[in-house]
């Protein structure tokens, strides 16, 4: 690297803990193998010893109250130090509420800032999952859903719950702000229709990736060999940080297990996780059901993942796990839950199967224990995408150019973190807002964001079936949108005018079909007779797109209109 390569200083919480601080880890890592000016931050060292290329932010591994003066002289101090000793600064999790998470917006006002987000809690009123849960597209308070525990954390904010939206909204909308990246597009997707994604214009897709020196395939049975595990049987394992944590499936995975197990198919199990001992127990099988505690030395878990011939994840919700990269990279054959991210890197039937319920889950496990040829083959395709797609020294590379693209041309005046602020987030602007205001808001921002999303999905132009007052108050809604696509017609059974808002009101009978993209139902009251009527019109040639999929019940107010 030349003198004017960029210095980066990556930040993440913890940093030995689960596959977010992986990530940010083993980039560092591979960045450093080519002389690549990096040093990484944590706030806590977590589990084990500290790499030479990590510092702490706290001194001493200690504990500081986010609150105290002394912490809050110290970030000050840190903050200037980034400023003057680093040209970019790389966030990852800042999920342990000690890192103000102002502070990347603040340093985006003075340095190019990069922001690797491995959940939606940036975006949410606080939920990192909100797998299922329409809640979070408005607010997040108060959850009571049994899958959900352990997904919501408390991040170091000046707002939570109903007014986090709107807070967000605010650090969002700012010209100056951290650059996107996100490990997969279902996430990307997933903050392009969140009450922000109006605001998110350039979103980069970087996998997580896998250190092969580390990870990579050897002879299954040396393997068990070096493990004290039998050979005359296929080892099937299951890794997560938390096994007790209701999200991750493990009552699905025993219900899978000990269903084949029924069948009469033989197999050993290995539990790798908290709370592993719990479910290991209560497996059924012809071999050992193994638990061990949740393991940071990759080195050890490479060991059990190069002994490994299945590897089975259950989890509810899934970003882009890293533990599923790693397994492949060791020639496992995955089977796992088609949620979240894990369709981009499982291509079902090549290099892995996919599930939606249990009893398919039960289904393909039985496919891989019998018929080993498809295993071994669906493995070694695994171990050669990991090659192609998701080796870190590809992934780094992908890192490094975006860093060369941004390269800071001159240092700028540090200014204090309060002073950046915007005005409107005083708690007196927060208060004053009223719950009808905040309906409204909702419901603009919800459906800037769906059309925003269209758009960027292909949909140029589309035809709205319905000339009622719901059409007329979306028109006026959406004429003001920059980034939509555009109304080509309204669709009428029984039309009583020629247009509404200037556009032209046609029957079924006089609308063309290949004349737009898609249809859509303009209602937020009669979904079902809409949507019937649509799929009628389009005949299977064109979608039809759902307005309001995914928020809750209409109708809604629209007395402000």
């Known amino acids: 690297m030349d003198s004017n390569t960029p210095k980066v200083a990556m930040i993440t919480d913890l940093l030995w803990a689960g596959g977010a601080q992986t990530v940010a880890r083993s980039l560092v ?19 084990i010893q500290t790499p030479p290329f990590a510092q702490a932010i706290i001194p001493n591994q200690g504990f500081m109250s986010p609150q105290g ?40 006002k003075q340095m190019p800032v990069f922001w690797t987000l491995h959940d939606l809690a940036g975006f949410t ?3 990192k999952f909100p797998a299922g849960c329409n809640n979070w597209h408005k607010y997040c308070i108060d959850c009571n859903d049994t899958i959900a525990k352990g997904r919501c954390f408390s991040m170091s904010s000046n707002v939570s719950g109903h007014e986090r939206i709107q807070y967000l909204r605010e650090l969002w909308g700012s010209t100056e702000k951290p650059q996107l990246i996100v490990p997969c597009r279902w996430e990307r997707d997933q903050i392009l229709s969140s009450p922000l994604g109006d605001l998110m214009d350039n979103i980069s897709v970087i996998p997580n990736g896998v250190d092969t020196r580390s990870f990579y395939p050897i002879n299954k049975n040396d393997a068990k060999d070096s493990l004290s595990l039998p050979t005359n049987m296929p080892l099937v394992t299951l890794c997560a940080n938390n096994f007790s944590a209701p999200l991750k499936g493990a009552e699905s995975a025993i219900s899978i297990l000990n269903y084949v197990a029924a069948k ?12 592993a001992e719990q479910f290991a127990s209560r497996t059924i099988c012809r ?11 990759s080195k050890e878990i490479s060991k059990w993942l190069q002994a490994t011939d299945i590897f089975l994840t259950t989890t509810f919700y899934e970003n882009f796990p890293i533990s599923i990269i790693e397994a492949m990279a060791c020639a496992c054959a995955i089977l796992a839950r088609q949620v979240g991210g894990i369709p981009e890197m499982i291509s079902h039937g090549h290099n892995g199967l996919l599930f939606n319920n249990d009893e398919e889950g039960a289904s393909r496990l039985l496919e891989y224990l019998t018929d080993h040829k498809n295993r071994y083959s669906i493995s070694q395709n695994a171990a050669e995408t990991v090659r192609e797609s998701f080796s870190y020294e590809k992934v ?66 589309v035809a709205l079936f319905g000339a009622g007052n719901h059409t007329r108050w979306l028109l006026d809604i959406i004429k003001n949108f920059t980034q939509r696509p555009e109304i080509i017609c309204v669709v009428e059974d029984h039309p009583r005018e020629e247009s509404i808002a200037g556009i032209p009101i046609l029957t079924a009978k006089d609308f063309r079909l290949d004349s737009v993209s898609a249809i859509v139902p303009s209602t937020d009251a009669h979904f079902t007779l809409f949507n019937e009527r649509c799929k009628n019109i389009a005949n299977g040639k064109i979608p039809v797109l759902q307005i309001y999929e995914g928020a809750p019940k209409g109708p809604y107010e629209k007395a402000l209109h």
């Open 29 to 47: 890592n591979a960045l450093s193998t080519q002389d690549f000016p990096v040093t990484l931050y944590y706030e806590r060292l977590g589990y």
């Open 69 to 108: 003066d002394a912490y809050g002289k110290l970030i000050k101090n840190w903050r200037a130090k980034l400023i003057d000793e680093f040209d970019i600064v790389h966030f990852h999790n800042l999920h342990s509420g000690h890192i103000p998470e102002e502070l990347p917006f603040h340093l985006a």
């Open 125 to 127: 009123g606080g939920c």
């Open 264 to 275: 009469g198919a033989h197999f050993s199990v290995a539990w790798i996780g908290h709370a």
């Open 287 to 297: 071999g050992p059901s193994l638990a061990l505690n949740y393991l940071t030395d």
């Open 396 to 461: 780094a590379q992908q890192h490094l150019s975006k860093y060369l693209e941004t390269r800071r041309t001159k240092k700028q005046h540090y200014v204090p973190i309060a002073d950046s602020l915007p005005s409107s987030l005083s708690p007196a602007r927060i208060e004053s807002t009223s719950s009808l205001s905040r309906e409204h808001e909702w419901l603009t921002v919800f459906l800037r964001n769906r059309f925003h999303l269209w758009l960027a999905l292909g949909y140029n132009n």
